[in-house]
């Protein structure tokens, strides 16, 4: 009988155990349910618009870089040509500062203007090396595009239209005018 007694609190026993785990383990999914509740579940959608938002958020930070380097490319750039510019016309410089320093001496006049004739063929090899071109304009077509017509003439010997007088020459690099011919335009009316 003892055995019957020990085999009944065995089983009551075991039974207690079962049920503790039973309730332990429903314990443990309600507490999964409570954190999935918490977390709700990520919508396709918005994890496509979060992604999206990131990359259009890493690109405009790019391009906030590119530009700061490209004002500083240009920045030096313009350092570099500028200085390239002011290079060929120092020698330019020098020879007028002789000149000046010639004349003040009294030298002779004729050497004053070979020097100074000399001094124009430096500015126009300093023109051509850096492709600057002079707008042809005496006896030409009137262009509004190259030249600026500050005045009218009258010369039957020339068709309308035609430039008669040019006043100031004007300058160009490659197509862009840096200055227009100052012209007279004849014109037959």
């Avoid at 035609?162 to 020459?169: G, L, N, P, Q, Y």
């Amino acid at each position: 009988m003892q055995d019957n007694e020990m085999k009944e609190k065995q089983a009551e026993q075991e039974a207690a155990e079962a049920k503790a785990a039973e309730q332990e383990t429903a314990e443990a999914e309600d507490a999964k349910n409570a954190e999935e509740a918490a977390e709700p579940e990520v919508d396709p959608k918005n994890a496509k618009i979060e992604e999206l938002q990131n990359r259009l958020l890493r690109l405009q930070a790019d391009f906030e870089n590119f530009r700061r380097r490209t004002n500083i490319e240009k920045e030096q750039l313009s350092t570099f040509v500028t200085a390239n510019v002011v290079g060929k016309f120092l020698k330019v410089l020098d020879n007028f500062e002789r000149a000046e320093a010639s004349v003040e001496k009294g030298d002779n006049v004729d050497a004053v203007v070979d020097g100074m004739k000399k001094i124009r063929r430096q500015f126009e090899d300093a023109f051509k090396d850096l492709k600057v071109e002079e707008i042809e304009a005496q006896n030409a077509k009137f262009d509004p595009n190259i030249h600026e017509a500050v005045m009218r003439g009258h010369n039957p010997e020339l068709d309308d239209e035609i430039i008669d007088m040019v006043f100031e020459k004007g300058y160009k690099l490659g197509d862009k005018v840096i200055r227009h011919s100052k012209v007279r335009v004849n014109t037959n009316e």
